[in-house]
Nanobody
Framework: QVQLVESGGGSVQPGGSLTLSCAATTSIASMYSVGWYRQASEKQRELVAE??????MTADSVKGRFTISRDNAKNTVSLQMINLKPEDTAVYYC??????????WGQGTQVTVSS
């Protein structure tokens, strides 16, 4: 059973920064993709950023503010977030997809941006 443990969420004021981390209990080097999704209250879960063999994809809404990275040696995926906005408030989920397209999800970490 693969586990994804997220950390780094919290409450910040607009313009603030947070870095989310996801530690996997399996090797992420062989994954089809690693990424972050988020789900705001009463909204559908959406892709924020992911890394595949084709490169990095970042949602337009966070482009220039969020940066995804991976450390295959440590089996971690990180999401650096700067210039946070109230509309970034959501539960953020770490996601892995295997080569056979099986999905693994973390338990989620809350990010709240409010003055």
């Amino acid at each position: 059973q693969v586990q994804l443990v997220e950390s780094g969420g919290g409450s910040v004021q607009p313009g603030g920064s947070l870095t989310l981390s996801c530690a996997a209990t399996t090797s992420i080097a062989s994954m089809y993709s690693v990424g972050w999704y988020r789900q705001a209250s009463e909204k559908q879960r959406e892709l924020v950023a992911e890394i595949t063999s084709r490169g990095v994809m970042t949602a337009d809404s966070v482009k220039g503010r969020f940066t995804i990275s991976r450390d295959n040696a440590k089996n971690t995926v990180s999401l650096q977030m700067i210039n946070l906005k109230p509309e970034d408030t959501a539960v953020y989920y770490c996601h892995l997809k295997t080569m056979s397209y099986f999905n693994w999800w973390g338990q989620g970490t809350q990010v709240t941006v409010s003055s």
